[in-house]
Every structure is written in C-alpha cells, then in structure tokens.
C-alpha cells in the first residue's frame, strides 16, 4: 500500500485549520456557558421574587435588593467573560504566531538540507570528474590547466560554503572568539575583489576603492563578509555587466558597498533575506546556487561589529547592498 506523504504546507494548511475550528469551538463554548449563566441567575431572581409576600411591609425593599444582587451577578458574568475571552484571543494569537513560526522555520531547514545536499553534492561530482578526466587521459596543457582552474573552483566554492556553515553555528551559539584587530580595509577589499576576479573570469567586477582606510574589525569575519555579498552579485548578475565594490571612509565610519546590475529584489522580500535559511521564493532565483546562509550571515557579522547592513536598489537594475562599519569597535 502506497503512503501518503503530507507536505509541509498541507501540514500547516491542516493545523492552521484544526487551530481555528478550536478557536471557534472554545469560544462558542464559552459564549454558551455565560448565556445559560444569565438565564440561571435571571430563573434564580424570579424564584426569590415568587416567593415573597405582598402584604409584607419590606417587600419593595427585598424586591430591590433582588434585583440588585441579580444585577451585580450580571456584571460579574460579563466580567469574567470579557476577562476569559481576552485571554483566549492573547494566548490564540500567542500559539498561531508560535505554531506558524515554528513551521515556517522547519520549512526553511527542509530546504537548508535540500539545499546543501545539492550545494555539497555537485562541487564534489565535478572535482571528482576533473581529476579522473585527468588521471586516464593525457590532455594538452592548455586542456589540463583549465580543469586544473575548474577544480580550484569547486573546491573554494565548497570551501566558503563549509566556512559559511561553521562559522555561522559558532557566532549563533557563542563560540567564535572575535579579534578586533586594526585592518587596513583597501587592502582586504582589493585582495577579496582579486580572489573573486581569478574565480569568475567571465565576470566584470570594477573597485572603487579609497586608500588607507582602517578600522578595528575580526578580520576573518569581514573576509567572510565582502566575499559573500560579491558570491551573491556573482548569482544573479549578467557576466556582461559590472560588479562594483566601494570602500569609503565616512565621519567616523567605514562604507563597503557592493553594486550589482541583476535582477533586483522586490519591495517586499527586502525585510526576509536576512533571515536565517530564507531564499525569494520566485522560480527564477530558486534555480540559482545558495542556501540561504550567506545574507544572514553578513547581517550577523555586521551586527556583531556594532555597524549595519542595508538593501537599496541601484538604477537601473540591481541591488546595492551598504555595510556601514565603526572605524572603532565600541
């Protein structure tokens, strides 16, 4: 017999379901209770009144003190109701937010692990085939040296891809020890832009650098951080069109800034790419290499330097991407 395999979203689709048929019965439950409460206390008044005596002296007086002891337990219905039903709605909205919260991040490591699986999968496959290729073969050079130059790539993009991993399970649970050392930042942006230039000769990437600017940051963490955002220009740039990095020296701040002419990224998606696992959900860049780790990881890294990251677009197509950076860390 075939099983049936739930998705993720029809799981969520179901508890979002189950949750508001629960909602609704509780609170009908509760709008029935204070009903049946009214009408006991209302059947209670007019017994006591059944039972007293005209003729009695103080009869209008207990007829009053009838009706306003049926009015106070009235209130104190209404009260208690009211108060119940606040603190279902706050809780309800508690648990949809945590339950959808909770789906939506396993959702986001299901991808991961998709993600990484192919991520880890394909540079290992082809470094494997080059070296094979060229055990059994005896190519010439010029064929030699390219898949010698393939091979590098792969295992640099697997190496940043490992590096992107551990580096971000270290930050996340405390256990990277930042050196904030004096860094001369030109030199650093002009050696990143390098490394990526002999990496992707088929792309254009263009420096805008200022000399000379220095600040106190973890070095290996704003390697980390430059490569990163130029890996992602890499994704969704044209190879015909330039990659910039910017480094310049602000009041008391340094200014990275990398400038694509891609795709962009839309209005609404510019809140979520910093978020842990998150990659735009549209066909078009889900095809592209990622697994949602390097954005958050540069949003982490500028955050842990007490600077900031921001997403505008450039004119006109393409993201910029801004790193402001204390030139003292604080």
């Known amino acids: 017999m075939k099983k049936i395999r739930i998705l993720p979203r029809q799981q969520l689709a179901l508890a979002t379901a189950i949750y508001w048929f629960l909602l609704l019965y509780i609170v009908a439950a509760l709008a029935f209770w204070y009903l049946r409460l009214q009408q006991q206390n209302e059947q209670m008044a007019n017994y006591k009144l059944l039972e007293l005596v005209a003729d009695d002296p103080s009869y209008l007086k207990k007829v009053a003190e009838i009706n306003t002891a049926a009015e106070r337990k009235a209130y104190q219905y209404r009260g208690e109701g009211a108060t119940f039903l606040l603190l279902i709605f706050v809780c309800a909205v508690f648990v949809f937010r945590a339950v959808r919260s909770q789906f939506r991040t396993a959702m986001q490591q299901q991808n991961f692990m998709m993600a990484i699986t192919h991520e880890l999968k394909t540079p290992i496959a082809v470094a494997k085939l080059n070296l094979e290729t060229l055990q059994k073969h005896k190519l010439e050079e010029s064929r030699q040296q390219k898949l010698i130059r393939m091979t590098l790539q792969e295992t640099n993009r697997l190496n940043d891809l490992t590096n992107n991993i551990l580096i971000s399970s270290q930050l996340e649970a405390g256990g990277y020890k930042k050196v904030f050392e004096e860094t001369d930042l030109s030199q650093l942006c002009l050696t990143q832009l390098q490394l990526m230039q002999n990496r992707y000769p088929d792309h254009q990437f263009m420096p805008d650098i200022e000399a000379g600017v220095k600040a106190q940051v973890d070095e290996l963490l704003i390697q980390i951080l430059i490569s990163n955002l130029l890996d992602n220009a890499v994704k969704y740039a044209p190879k015909n069109e330039p ?18 002419q891609g795709t962009g990224i839309p209005k609404e998606e510019k809140t979520r790419i910093f978020q842990r696992f998150y990659r735009i959900g ?46 003292q860390n604080v």
């Open 282 to 327: 549209n066909e078009a860049v889900r095809k592209t290499k990622g697994t949602g780790l390097g954005l958050y990881l540069c949003k982490k890294i500028a955050d842990d330097h007490h600077g900031t990251i921001t997403v505008t677009d450039n004119q006109p197509l393409g993201t910029i991407f801004t790193i402001n950076l204390p030139l």
């Open 243 to 260: 990659i910039v990095l910017e480094l310049k020296q602000a009041t008391g701040e340094a200014v990275i800034k990398v400038s694509d």
